[in-house]
């Protein structure tokens, strides 16, 4: 049995096309594992706090020293993280937002980049520990950043596989719908890549 952990990071609801996108990823993967377990994180309806000061000293303060409120802050963060922890197959969904994600999916990786959980220090410098997992990205945008002239543009994909990878995570496989705001290509950018939606 497959455990698959679905974050979610479009504010938009209906329209968003990349909520379509990762959805139908997430259909394709239970068609494949039939029995699979599926968590939803949806970031928008249930938001990560932004990072401040309290949350910082949270994460570098010892457990055995936490105040009432850094305990409980503590508890939130390594909730988020056990889920990524118990997942076999992650699914992001991460629509460009100014040529990078959604601020509530960066929230979530402030939240979940901690040393001694999803990563370690040792001799030999930063080591991920959440091994052995597949992730399967769904990005969308307005614009073409696969390829061509605007790729130097694209700080989305590169930084959630980046993030993950810190995480120890290097089977990645990214599902696009481009040109989503491009007269000629917006028609049928979405169905098409739904379409060649693929699960290895």
Known sequence: MKNILHIISSP??????????????????????PDAVVKE?????NSVPILDEVHINTFFTPAESHSSEQAEINKYSTGLISELQEADIIVVESPMYNFS??????????????AGYTFKYDENGPKGLLNNKKLYIAFTSGNIYSDGPHQIYDSNVPYVKNVFGFY????????????????GIMENSLEKAIEGITID
């Not at 938009?12 to 594992?33: D, N, P, Q, T």
């Open 41 to 45: 994180r949806d970031l928008a309806k």
């Open 168 to 183: 120890g995570i290097s089977d990645v496989t990214v599902f696009r719908a481009e040109g989503l705001s491009i007269p």
């Open 101 to 114: 994600v959604p601020v509530g999916l960066r929230a979530y990786f402030d939240f979940t980049s901690r």
């Open 12 to 33: 938009r609801m209906e329209v968003s096309a990349s909520r379509k996108l990762g959805k139908a990823v997430v259909e394709k993967i239970k068609e494949k594992y």
